[in-house]
């Protein structure tokens, strides 16, 4: 009798694993056919200068050139440089820009469809005849107003803001206008003051939206603005829904040498703040531990990066994943 309930107990138990690994697969299963079969859709907003070029390099360096699709909002303006209109209006007025017919690309880009695109040059100020651009698995929308259509908020996956801390926009601004796009440190402090209240009023109004709210800080205030050679260090605050499980990620950042975390639960959000080093095989490392299933939609390995900028990749990837799962469950 005793070993009748013992081999009972036993298939019992292999029985129990069995369904959890099934439901696992299932679940994994699922999740890899979402972002293989459909395009993932990232909106990407916030403030000129707040790093939205370079934020969409860094998922583009997870997911790869052939996975992923980048649309830049500047492409959108109605009027190259020099026309009348700009004398009025400026480019964070969403009057400036042509969003419905970027909603229109929305649609098209997760149908799979190919559409034809124009770039805006900053560095002529003019566009650039139209080129088709396929769809992909992840399909990256950044600019000004990437959140600002009620529409086009409901056909995103997920929706991200920049918000970094004003002195440090200011210098990485001031960095990028003065050495890309040929303006002078006066006439950039100059337009970010005429666009002050435009700012407020569309671009700003938009983190309400965002899934993932990310805020840079550097830890002492910036000497010198816009000088190239000036020291920064900085620290990661982001903001996302408290319903998404994030302690065993950070429970294992928390161990790192050289990191310091951070978290705090609220009514409808958790903040976590992380300040410190990290390398990229760190990085890499726990990628690999937590979101195993991206090695499943990559025709390429990722292009992890160290420290506030990989904390980043890692964070937002495995957002993705667990967002994707706990979807799944109430299907």
């Known amino acids: 009798d005793k070993l009748v309930n013992i081999v009972f107990t036993l298939l019992q138990a292999a029985l129990i694993l069995n369904i959890l690994w099934v439901y696992r697969k299932g679940i994994e299963s699922n999740i890899q056919r979402k972002i293989k079969n459909q395009p993932y859709l990232i909106g990407l907003a916030g403030d000129s200068g707040s790093g939205k070029t370079t934020f969409a390099g860094l998922l583009k360096a997870v997911f790869g050139e052939k996975n992923t699709a980048i649309l830049e909002g500047d492409d959108m303006h109605k009027w190259e440089r020099g026309h009348q209109e700009w004398g009025r209006i400026t480019h964070l007025n969403p009057k400036a820009n042509k969003l419905h017919s970027e ?3 929305a649609f098209s880009l997760k149908k799979g469809e190919t559409i034809e695109r124009c770039h805006y040059d900053h560095s002529s100020g003019k566009f650039a005849l139209p080129k088709k651009l396929e769809s992909k698995r992840v399909v990256i929308f950044e600019g000004l107003h990437s959140l600002f259509l009620n529409k086009m908020r409901l056909i995103l996956d997920l929706k991200i803001f920049l918000n970094p801390e004003e002195q440090l926009r200011l210098h990485w601004k001031i960095l990028r206008d003065t050495n890309k796009r040929g303006h002078s440190k006066e006439n950039v402090l100059e337009q970010i003051k005429k ?3 435009d700012s407020q009023k569309y671009i700003q109004s938009q983190e309400q939206y965002a899934d993932i709210s990310i805020s840079l800080k550097n830890k002492q205030a910036i ?5 190239e050679k000036e020291p920064l260090d900085i620290c990661l605050a982001l903001e996302c829904t408290n319903d998404i499980n994030l302690e065993f990620l950070l429970s294992d950042l928390s161990i790192t040498e050289n990191l310091t975390v951070n978290h705090l639960f609220y009514d409808n959000y958790q903040l976590i703040e992380i300040s410190g080093r990290i390398s990229e095989e760190s990085i890499s490392k726990i990628a690999g531990n937590f979101i195993s ?6 025709v390429e390995p990722p292009r992890w990066q160290a420290d506030h900028n990989g904390l980043i990749q890692l964070f937002v990837c495995y957002y993705i994943f667990e967002k994707m799962k706990l979807e799944n469950h109430y299907e």
Do not use: T
């Open 103 to 105: 909603l229109k690309n």
């Open 195 to 197: 666009r002050q209240e």
């Open 223 to 227: 000497e010198d603005i816009g000088e």
């Open 293 to 298: 299933e991206l090695e499943e939609v990559l």
